[in-house]
């Protein structure tokens, strides 16, 4: 997915932090990934300690970057809304 537009939806002020969260996004997500891949290419058939650190990965990291992402998303939404129909 290309990033860029979708940075460039939010104001001037807030494109810096919203892109350092699509690195840490990117981070997260190459992580999930190569937890996945080794669990498929496992031999052992032992997938808890992944299971275990994919619940950690999500419940630490990418919980709270998600709510971060939504609470920007909807600031700016309400933000646009305010500029667009002032009477609200």
């Not at 860029?4 to 939806?9: A, G, K, T, V």
């Not at 600031?75 to 009477?87: D, I």
Request: proline share 6%; charged share 25%.
């Amino acid at each position: 997915m290309e990033r860029h537009p979708l940075i460039s939806i939010y104001p001037e002020k807030d494109r810096a932090a919203v892109e350092s969260w699509y690195d840490d996004w990117q981070e997260i997500r190459d992580r999930i990934f190569s937890l996945i891949s080794n669990c498929n290419n496992s031999e052992s058939g032992d997938y808890l300690p992944a299971q275990k650190e994919l619940a950690k990965i999500i419940a630490n990291e990418l919980y709270p970057l998600n709510i971060n992402f939504m609470r920007k998303a909807s600031a700016t939404y309400y933000e646009y809304l305010q500029e667009r129909f002032p009477a609200i």
